[in-house]
């Protein structure tokens, strides 16, 4: 399996932007098909954004992102990217990346094989 690291988290006021960033290690990164979740106290993780496995690949983003959410990856140097713009007090929770072998860019995280430790994201109003 691939190992992630998620980084780039933090405090930003309602408005602002955030990127996180998603480091794999151990296996051929473009082989993988990347998943962004999120986490919010007393909910479900629930898919934000995905990119089919080459850079510039396809993209499919849940409906509470799009236009404000933008997902990127860089095969060269095994990282892949979450740009938050436009961000709201909704928006806060503990962000994951994953990592998926399937051919297909699957939105159940239990289609994802490898997960980061997450990053806490905070939107202030």
């Known amino acids: 399996q691939v190992q992630l690291v998620e980084s780039g988290g933090g405090l930003v006021q309602a408005g602002g932007s955030l990127r996180v960033s998603c480091a794999a290690s151990?296996?051929?990164?473009?082989?993988?098909?990347i998943g962004w979740f999120r986490q919010a106290p007393g909910k479900e993780r629930e898919f934000v954004a995905g990119i089919t496995r080459w850079s510039g690949g396809n993209e499919y983003y849940a409906d509470s992102v799009k236009g404000r959410f933008a997902i990127s990856r860089d095969n060269a140097k095994s990282t892949a990217y979450l740009q938050m713009n436009l961000l709201k007090p909704e928006d806060t929770a503990v962000y994951y990346c994953a990592a998926s072998a399937r051919p297909a860019l699957p939105v159940s995280q239990y289609e994802y094989d490898s997960w980061g430790q997450g990053t806490q994201v905070t939107v202030s109003s």
């Open positions: 151990g296996r051929t990164f473009s082989n993988y098909v």
